[in-house]
């Protein structure tokens, strides 16, 4: 079979000729050679929706800080200077004696406060905070898997895209090489000018498929370079240089479906993150709850400000006579009734929590879909790829004794041509069918978290 598969490898070994000018005028990176790891490290790097993902991660983080915030101790500091018009300001006498606030007044403190009981929120801020994290963490590595898997997809589409574009200039030669044989025998009136027609039609009806497998290399390689971060140049139109130097992933697979589906289970970042939501779900009924119970906190300051009144003796105030001390002392603060607030707040968390819950159990079982399905396509595109193993070169043998045939007078040019096709066909089955399974086996390794990158 490897024999085989290095045949229709080998088929048409260059591209047309036009293709291979384009890919000269390429910059140095983009027709560097590109191996299959060489396209997934780049897309790692440079692939648009994991730079996204690079930063709602970076934003998630922002996050866990905000949300440790409520447990950490609050340290204020605060500053006031204030200047009053003289006209503005009453005054008092008592005996003789004025008494006024100044016309300019300052004060400042610095104040430390600590929350030590918040009806439950402290531990599960912390809680919060940590599935928070471990919830940003997972839906990374699950836009990373993606990205990767398009990219695995992107790199066999134009692989497939080259192999066709080869296929179809090797079908397209036979049919020139035929009609030229049938030019030369009409001229030496071995046969009739309708053998001629006939091998112009069968030409001229192979070429579309060959521009068509043309234009869908050129898609193939713009939708990789694409998925790779590439800004091309623009004077780079016409077909995008890309030098991929691997084939298609087509080792054997042995699988063991039970095995395969609870290894999903255990390793799907997608459950990963689910699970996470479950738990900040569940905590949000704890802040929700706390509500109904009182908030204690602590605090401790010094305070400085300015002299009020004017002592006996003194005909105003000074600014720089002062006055400071420390103060420290605790809060409890309960709000024993806020009109169902609480009530309603704890209702939606629950309800919330439930809906979390049945999101988990539902991805389950979506990924255990995913799992028997890609394994099931993978089973049938190793099936395929199997069955087209000495296919090629039976067709190839049948091309060869239809000519025999048809030069020894028992065959006709219709068996010759019927032949021709039917190599085609069997050369783009079995390029297709190794495509195929590359990209089932791709798509199965995906299902059960084969390719998981992770995160540290």
Not at 5 to 27: D, K
Not at 98 to 104: A, E, I, K, M, V
Not at 246 to 262: E, H, K, M, R
Not at 318 to 336: E, M, P, R
Request: with cysteine; hydrophobic share 40%; proline share 3%.
């Amino acid at each position: 079979m490897k024999q085989v598969l290095a045949g229709v490898l080998a088929v048409g070994m260059a591209i047309s000729s036009r293709a291979q000018e384009v890919g000269t005028n390429g910059p140095e990176w983009l027709t560097r050679p590109l191996s299959l790891v060489n396209a997934l490290d780049t897309a790692l790097q440079q692939n648009a929706k994991v730079q996204e993902a690079r930063n709602d991660l970076e934003t998630s983080r922002g996050l866990v800080v905000q949300t440790r915030a409520v447990a950490m101790p609050q340290l204020q500091a605060n500053a006031v200077y204030k200047y009053t018009q003289p006209n503005d300001i009453e005054g008092l006498t008592i005996n003789n004696y004025s008494l006024s606030t100044p016309d300019q007044n300052w004060n400042s403190d610095v104040q430390i406060v600590q929350s030590i009981y918040l009806g439950g929120r402290l531990t599960a801020a912390f809680r919060a905070a940590t599935a928070t994290q471990k919830q940003a963490v997972a839906d990374f590595e699950t836009t990373v898997a993606n990205a990767l898997l398009e990219t695995r997809l992107a790199y066999y589409d134009v692989l497939l895209a080259a192999q066709q574009v080869r296929v179809h200039e090797a079908s397209v030669d036979l049919l020139q090489h035929e009609l030229s044989d049938q030019e030369q025998r009409q001229k030496a009136g071995t046969v009739p000018k309708f053998n001629v027609l006939r091998a112009e039609v069968a030409l001229a009806n192979e070429r579309p498929s060959l521009i068509g497998a043309r234009n869908q290399y050129r898609i193939a390689k713009n939708n990789l370079a694409n998925l790779l971060g590439y800004n091309l140049p623009h004077d780079v139109w016409e077909d995008i240089p890309l030098n991929l130097t691997d084939g298609f992933d087509t080792a054997p697979s042995q699988v063991n479906l039970p095995d395969a589906i609870q290894q999903a289970l255990n390793r799907r970042t997608e459950l990963v993150s689910a699970r996470q939501k479950v738990t900040l779900q569940q905590l949000n009924i704890v802040n929700a709850q706390a509500g109904y119970k009182p908030a204690v906190s602590v605090f401790a300051g010094y305070n400085w400000f300015n002299q009020q009144y004017p002592q006996p003796g003194q005909a105003a105030v000074s600014l720089n006579s002062d006055y400071s001390g420390w103060n420290a002392g605790a809060q409890l603060s309960w709000n024993i009734f806020d009109g169902w607030l609480t009530a309603g707040k704890v209702r939606e968390a629950r309800s919330q929590f439930d809906k979390s819950q049945t999101e988990y159990q539902d991805e389950c079982r979506q990924i255990e879909l995913e799992v028997r399905t890609t394994y099931s396509d993978l089973i049938q595109a190793q099936e395929t790829l199997d069955s087209q193993s000495s296919v090629q070169a039976e067709a190839e043998e049948a091309l060869r004794e239809a000519r025999e045939r048809a030069e020894a007078g028992t065959g006709t040019q219709l068996d010759v041509l019927d032949a021709e096709t039917a190599l085609t066909q069997a050369r783009t089955t079995q390029v297709q069918a190794m495509h195929d399974y590359s990209a089932a086996r791709a798509r199965f390794q995906r299902a059960i978290a084969a390719d998981l990158v992770s995160v540290h």
